[in-house]
């Protein structure tokens, strides 16, 4: 009987020694051990659960992949010009410093330079294909270069440019260029997830991330006619006139233009849509220019103070802050002081969508103008003339 019980003890405390190494070691193998707190465990890493149930990888390649093919690096190279009769611009030395060439009897007076943008693979066809770029990218280029994924260097020749919404349109003669699908801007929502694809500072083709943060920005000061889409996926230099692009890897928008205090990114970003992009793009080449209505006014917005000294009963609509003499404004009984409130019949809010209303006005129609004069509402009809082509301020 005391044998049994020896036996009975150590069989006791080797089992107890087992279970406390056991627990020591893996303590997730404790059919005892409680959660401080119920967790639900994800088994599968780096995939998400879609909205069916099913697991998907949490990863944009396909995106990325379909995408990228369409993108390209722009490189251009212009003439600087040195100041007229710079004390040092007949010295050899500092000539050879800053690439100005020395011809002898001529020596001339400009330094070549050279930038680096992206641009979006819009169009292909058998001989070669259309890229849409931002106009500062192209602007007095002298010579332009894309160079594609596959290792081609090709150069391009300007179709045209509109410098008012900072867009541009190459030609390039190559085969097997691969064209973005175009996706639509318009139905676009804040939150969605957005690719910038382009090659910022030089380093190569880069995809980041990010979220459309707005829409429909304006008043950035940058173009004449803004309609931007913002995102804090990374956009830097070099990443202008690259593509902006949703899940599926179709074009929302062209990537122009960013808000930094320091030359990099700050995660405001902006882009020009695509359903903009396209009718810019095709225009500039069916006529090599954009056309744009035109009648002569500065605008200005109706503010609560303005509302009040006009005797308003609405603070909306553009007021008519100058008149151009002789200009499609005069010529149809415009006046300095008059609310435009709507044009074609339809409302209009402010002075941006006063001049976007009528910039996309055909010239040599008639359009009828709502306007307030003296606390009464009148109609004018006005001839649209044609915008003068701008001059770059870039």
Same mark, same amino acid.
């Given at each position: 009987?005391?044998?049994?019980?020896?036996?009975?003890?150590?069989?006791?405390?080797?089992?107890?020694?087992? +279970?406390?190494?056991?627990?020591?070691?893996?303590?997730?193998?404790?059919?005892?051990?409680?959660?401080?707190?119920?967790?639900?465990?994800?088994?599968?890493?780096?995939?998400?659960?879609?909205?069916?149930?099913?697991?998907?990888?949490?990863?944009?390649?396909?995106?990325?992949?379909?995408?990228?093919?369409?993108?390209?690096?722009?490189?251009?190279?212009?003439?600087?010009?040195?100041?007229?009769?710079?004390?040092?611009?007949?010295?050899?030395?500092?000539?050879?410093?800053?690439?100005?060439?020395?011809?002898?009897?001529? %020596?001339?007076?400009?330094?070549?330079?050279?930038?680096?943008?992206?641009?979006?693979?819009?169009?292909?066809?058998?001989?070669?294909?259309?890229?849409?770029?931002?106009?500062?990218?192209?602007?007095?280029?002298?010579?332009?270069?894309?160079?594609?994924?596959?290792?081609?260097?090709?150069?391009?020749?300007?179709?045209?440019?509109?410098?008012?919404?900072?867009?541009?349109?190459?030609?390039?003669?190559?085969?097997?260029?691969?064209?973005?699908?175009?996706?639509?801007?318009?139905?676009?929502?804040?939150?969605?997830?957005?690719?910038? +694809?382009?090659?910022?500072?030089?380093?190569?083709?880069?995809?980041?991330?990010?979220?459309?943060?707005?829409?429909?920005?304006?008043?950035?000061?940058?173009?004449?006619?803004?309609?931007?889409?913002?995102?804090?996926?990374?956009?830097?230099?070099?990443?202008?006139?690259?593509?902006?692009?949703?899940?599926?890897?179709?074009?929302?928008?062209?990537?122009?233009?960013?808000?930094?205090?320091?030359?990099?990114?700050?995660?405001?970003?902006?882009?020009?849509?695509?359903?903009?992009?396209?009718?810019?793009?095709?225009?500039?080449?069916?006529?090599?220019?954009?056309?744009?209505?035109?009648?002569?006014?500065? %605008?200005?917005?109706?503010?609560?103070?303005?509302?009040?000294?006009?005797?308003?009963?609405?603070?909306?609509?553009?007021?008519?802050?100058?008149?151009?003499?002789?200009?499609?404004?005069?010529?149809?009984?415009?006046?300095?002081?008059?609310? +435009?409130?709507?044009?074609?019949?339809?409302?209009?809010?402010?002075?941006?969508?006063?001049?976007?209303?009528?910039?996309?006005?055909? %010239?040599?129609?008639?359009?009828?103008?709502?306007?307030?004069?003296?606390?009464?509402?009148?109609?004018?009809?006005?001839?649209?003339?044609?915008?003068?082509?701008?001059?770059?301020?870039?």
């Amino acid at each position: 009987m005391r044998r049994l019980w020896l036996v009975f003890a150590e069989f006791v405390t080797v089992t107890l020694a087992v +279970i406390f190494v056991v627990t020591l070691i893996r303590p997730d193998w404790n059919p005892w051990r409680k959660n401080i707190v119920e967790i639900r465990q994800d088994g599968t890493p780096g995939s998400v659960i879609g909205v069916s149930g099913s697991v998907s990888r949490a990863s944009y390649a396909e995106a990325a992949s379909r995408a990228k093919v369409s993108v390209v690096n722009v490189s251009t190279s212009r003439a600087r010009a040195l100041p007229k009769g710079h004390p040092l611009a007949g010295d050899p030395l500092f000539r050879r410093f800053f690439g100005v060439p020395d011809d002898g009897d001529n %020596p001339g007076e400009e330094a070549e330079t050279s930038s680096l943008g992206s641009g979006v693979i819009v169009n292909a066809d058998e001989t070669g294909g259309y890229v849409l770029t931002n106009d500062h990218v192209v602007a007095n280029a002298k010579e332009i270069r894309l160079s594609f994924g596959d290792g081609r260097v090709l150069p391009a020749k300007l179709v045209g440019t509109d410098p008012d919404t900072d867009l541009a349109v190459l030609r390039v003669n190559g085969k097997g260029l691969k064209p973005v699908t175009f996706g639509q801007s318009d139905k676009a929502q804040v939150g969605d997830v957005v690719l910038a +694809i382009g090659d910022p500072f030089g380093f190569g083709q880069t995809v980041t991330m990010g979220i459309i943060s707005a829409l429909g920005r304006n008043r950035l000061g940058v173009n004449r006619y803004e309609n931007f889409i913002q995102t804090d996926a990374a956009i830097n230099p070099g990443n202008s006139g690259g593509a902006l692009v949703d899940i599926n890897g179709n074009l929302l928008g062209i990537n122009s233009v960013i808000y930094s205090r320091t030359g990099g990114s700050l995660g405001i970003g902006f882009a020009i849509p695509v359903s903009m992009a396209r009718d810019v793009m095709e225009q500039i080449i069916k006529d090599g220019s954009v056309t744009r209505g035109f009648i002569g006014i500065s %605008p200005q917005d109706v503010t609560a103070e303005l509302a009040d000294s006009l005797k308003l009963s609405v603070a909306r609509g553009s007021v008519v802050s100058s008149v151009n003499r002789g200009s499609p404004a005069d010529k149809g009984g415009l006046k300095t002081g008059d609310v +435009i409130v709507s044009i074609d019949g339809k409302p209009i809010q402010d002075s941006v969508a006063a001049m976007a209303a009528i910039a996309a006005l055909k %010239p040599g129609t008639s359009v009828a103008f709502g306007v307030i004069r003296n606390q009464k509402e009148t109609t004018l009809n006005i001839e649209i003339g044609k915008r003068p082509r701008p001059q770059r301020t870039r």
